[in-house]
């Protein structure tokens, strides 16, 4: 409990520390994904990238995660699945699903940008902390993210 609160502590006193997406573990529950479901869940490139809001509640000041299910596929035509987080185990204090944008640059990929909002535990409160950038490379599968 004690990491725990250091992390956080850690997380909310900078907000320019990098996401990263994680490989789905016990965040990407399905009793994770906050209700209800059709708001906050889309699906881009033709259906085959789904973007869904998670709620951990736990920690409660990092419980925002991103589920990304997206190509490549496996053997058995299974998407790949991934959190965006801002660290291991560590979401947001808050992701502001229906700002989540998208664009294409053939390039880079999908891009993909939302606000998100961080814990102050200096003052107690939660508070905006900008846009996440992550980009989605269909073929290869990275995932690339950090502040706009």
Known sequence: M???AALITTLVASPVAAQQAFECDWPARADSIVEPWEENSRTFA?????????DTIEPAAAAYHLLILSPPYDE??????RILSAAPGM??????????DASYDPAAGL???IGAAIYDGDQGVTVPAGRIR???NQAS???TAGWQ
Do not use: E, H, K
């Open 111 to 113: 891009i993909f940008t």
């Open 134 to 136: 992550f980009t989605l």
């Open 91 to 100: 979401g947001f204090a808050g992701l502001d699903f229906p700002s989540l």
């Open 2 to 4: 004690i990491r725990a």
């Open 141 to 143: 599968g990275n995932i």
């Open 76 to 81: 058995v035509g299974g998407r790949q699945c």
């Open 46 to 54: 033709n259906g085959n990238v789904r973007i869904a809001l998670l």
